[in-house]
């Protein structure tokens, strides 16, 4: 718990990043994100010229410092190679009693997706739990954020509501979305269940495609779905690799599951190791394969290794390999 001033040494610096209070020269930097459009479309603050970026910097320059609760640490981002300014991080010690702190993060148009927010939150993270002592951390953007909302999981956030019409925004009603990370869980990130559940899915989902029968079609067309469009499958048993992308994958199968080759054939997952982080994961298990092949009966099995990445559209399949067992 924070008894007096709280001001960290800075600049605080990750790998890209460098975190500090604002400056009076950052006025042409914060422009370029205050004054889009795009940008604040999600934020709680105006499209801004450059006189009213200039009267909310004016507020920032004394926001490096902690004294009580309900004030904001608000910090510059600036790209150590650069030296420019291409977001803002935010963290708020809401209450001393309760430990809480909320976060909050923006960042230029241009720089976004090559996950500088995601660096820059992880280290506000960092500052609030291990140097503040905080126990919990919340965050809220408004549905339609999608972007934030993902990365806001990504960090380990867990939703814990949604509220419906919770706010007069820009113009409308916005339903809400609020998030927290605990202390104890941002040490130790866990793998939620509806994660979990919804891979094993996508994993019951890749071999129940390879079953011959009626419904062959609509068994590969549900495998498409559940794979990245630039996913890559490769295949060693013995031989040198080959390597598919998802065309080149499910044709030929698809051929030999409908021409006879494979009849009363099927595969099945048997045994193995699920790891999820973030948005991120990897499955590696055994599996067995048996039926018919040209009427002759076959079986046999091996190991695969399956990895997933978490979309907009939820978890999808973004690589396999696999290796069969030797005669």
């Known amino acids: ?13 990750t790998p890209r990043l460098a975190l500090r209070p604002h400056r009076a020269d950052d006025l042409d930097d914060l422009l370029e994100f205050h004054g889009d459009s795009e940008v604040v479309r999600f934020l709680p603050w105006p499209l801004r010229d450059r006189e009213s970026t200039n009267a909310a910097l004016t507020l920032k320059l004394g926001q490096g410092t902690l004294t009580e609760p309900g004030q904001w640490l608000v910090l510059a981002v600036e790209s150590r190679e650069t030296k420019t300014v291409i977001g803002e991080v935010l963290l708020k010690w809401a209450s001393a009693e309760h430990k809480q702190g909320e976060l909050g993060f923006v960042l230029a148009r241009a720089h ?11 280290e506000m993270l960092r500052l609030g739990f291990e140097d503040l002592g905080l126990h919990r951390i919340t965050a809220v953007c408004v549905e339609d954020n999608k972007s934030s909302a993902r990365l806001l999981r990504r960090l380990g956030f867990a939703q ?4 419906t019409d919770n706010v007069w925004f820009k113009g409308g009603w916005a339903t809400q979305l609020l998030f927290a990370l605990t202390e104890e869980d941002w040490r130790t990130p866990a793998t939620t269940s509806s994660d979990q559940e919804e891979i094993h899915a996508l994993i019951r989902c890749y071999f129940d495609a390879f079953t011959s029968g009626s419904r062959v079609d609509e068994q590969m067309a549900a495998l498409r779905d559940a794979m990245l469009p630039g996913a890559v499958i490769v295949r060693t048993c013995g031989t040198e690799p080959e390597v598919y992308d998802v065309d080149a994958f499910i044709q030929p199968r698809r051929a030999m599951l409908t021409d006879g080759t494979l009849t009363d054939f099927h595969e099945q997952a048997r045994l193995g190791r699920l790891d999820v982080f973030g948005d991120i994961a990897q499955w590696f298990g055994r599996y067995v394969k048996q039926g018919r092949r040209n009427g002759v009966p076959y079986a046999g099995g091996g190991m695969k290794s399956m990895q997933f990445v978490r979309t907009d559209a939820g978890w999808r399949i973004s690589a396999a390999a696999w290796d069969d067992d030797c005669p």
């Not at 976004?112 to 939150?121: D, K, P, S, V």
């Not at 814990?160 to 509220?163: D, S, V």
Request: charged letters at 25%; zero cysteines.
């Open 1 to 13: 718990m924070i008894h007096e001033a709280f001001r960290p040494e800075y600049p605080i610096l």
């Open 112 to 122: 976004q997706g090559r996950g500088y927010a995601a660096e820059a939150a992880a």
């Open 160 to 163: 814990e509501g949604r509220l």
